[in-house]
């Protein structure tokens, strides 16, 4: 059967892929490497990940095998709930996929540990037990649809882990669905069918209500909130909506007029929801709003069933405040057989289809099969929901900052002394662009990478850095300089600072008391530009050793030669001083590592005062 057409499989392109040159350069806090076990990837660096993860849960199944037919070195994607047929080829081509269906929480433990990828649907509860269980291997969870709230987000991020979803190719099935339910309780469609197959013929008990002219309330006007009022409206109704986040400009185009909570509440013949559930809309309806709603109101919900206070919408029910309700999803679901809100006679209910027809299902199932390749290849996901969305242009254009921002990071850390931690950085952008033009996430995270990865075991990428800085108590701040002269380049250069610390190499303290390096881009590679008062130009590859010494002749030529004896290669050298013949700083940058009796040579030196070896 050929697979149906849908906007999504010939239109949805939203993944940022970077130029070949700048994949090379981005690093890895932008890229989610695939583990090792086979599978390409940095294995110390997962490893680590790994070893930092808090201890897995109790898991009372074994670890089972990867599918059989598995081809080493592809990802492994655990699909766990039904995704349409094109959304698996996508996988297949890529990845070893695994489809296992209706695994209970503790087979779903079990599998984990040997998947890079999970994609789901709404019925699997994605909790932190998943994440820990994983030991640090899952690096995305795909949600085939748009609510999220059965991942827990919060674990995810922890756990360095991008949290996908496939935001728009079920938008129309939802809105379509939330029509039916609208049009099907108000002509009691489904409650003259089961009378009519059990029989009965009773046209009088089931005069239904008009809508043409009927006030309907959206809450939550969204993608499907706005699809919905579209419709709506060509049914002749008067649609308003409230969302307290949603633009007046949007919903004017649409002929939909924005107003507060309260009035859509008491003002509505009906209202249909479409909010996510989160902790601020949990019960949002509940006995104090329907208290105020029009007495006969009739409410539909194709959002989630934890929106609406279940036992108080049978009490509106039963005293008439509420007529009907249409009802596609529940708090528990499947709710329990004996649920007083679905035996009631004035509810009609469908078992969460909103986001169930053919053309849906396949366009959700392609949506979210390329969001998870792309996340696997290291291509930032535009729908990503716990990682800074970044536009693929930004990305590119950063590509080399982003590199020198994790080095600078790198490299002042290891200029820190004594064990008393770093609790304050602060990150300096000098650069032409007006703020708003320069989105400095990715290099923030960048630099937190470097800060800290090399003083712990934890693995940090873009998902997880914030926390990370956040949970090992170190403070980012950033602070601008506004530079004049063209924009042309995003950044002039960027300064990392950290307070209230001792230096190893105590030339590395600047005026204000801080540890300070500076770095630029210079024709596409990231140089130290300065390091404590003292301006040095060296190319940030490999590794970079540096000396305050008494400025005299012959220095260059005797740390160089120590150097060659011991076959290390000078990649790059740079003298920084402040006044000629008093102290000098020598950046030297070396391709090998030079052994410890050669950095104890080059310690001797009788003009060296002080000098530090840092692996970038
Ligand atoms: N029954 C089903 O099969 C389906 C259900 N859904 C549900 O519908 C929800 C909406 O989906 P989309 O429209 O695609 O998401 P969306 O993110 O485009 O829209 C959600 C809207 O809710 C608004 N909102 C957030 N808090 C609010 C509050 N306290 N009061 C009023 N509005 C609030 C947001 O500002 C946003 O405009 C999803 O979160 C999902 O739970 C979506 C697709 C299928
Ligand atoms: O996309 C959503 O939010 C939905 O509720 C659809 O859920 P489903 O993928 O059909 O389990």
Known sequence: MAAPSHPAAATTHHRILLPAHHRALVPSVLRLPL?????RGRLSVLAAAAAAAPAPAASTAAPSEPATGAVPGKPTVLVAEKLGAAGLELLREFANVDCSYGLSPEELRAKIPLCDALIVRSGTKVGRDVFEASGGRLRVVGRAGVGI????????TEHGCLVVNAPTANTVAAAEHGIALLTAMARNIAQADASLKAGKWQRNKYVGVSLVGKTLAILGFGKVGSEVARRAKGLG???IAHDPYASADRAHAIGVELVSMEEALTTADFISLHMPLTPATNKMLNDETFAKMKKGVR???VARGGVIDEDALVRALDSGIVAQAALDVFTKEPPAPDSKLVLHENVTVTPHLGASTVEAQEGVAIEIAEAVIGALKGELAASAVNAPMVPAEVVSELAPYVVLAEKLGRLAVQLVAGGGGIKSVKVTYASARAPDDLDTRLIRAMITKGLIEPISSVFVNLVNADFTAKQRGVRITEERILLDGSPETPLDYIQVHI????SKFPSAISESGEITVEGKVKDGIPHLTKVG??????????SL???????QPGMIGSVGSVLGEEN???SFMSVGRIAPRKHAVMAIGVDEEPSKSTLTKIGEIPAIEEFVFLKL
């Open 533 to 542: 008062l003292f301006q040095v130009d060296v190319s940030l590859e490999g």
């Open 299 to 301: 409410i539909i919900n």
């Open 237 to 239: 109704m008067h649609v």
């Open 149 to 156: 709230d059965n991942v827990d987000l919060a674990a995810a």
């Open 545 to 551: 050793i540096l000396c305050r010494q008494v400025d």
């Open 568 to 570: 290390v290669n000078v």
């Open 499 to 502: 307070a209230h610390v001792e």
């Open 35 to 39: 583990r090792a076990d086979g599978h």
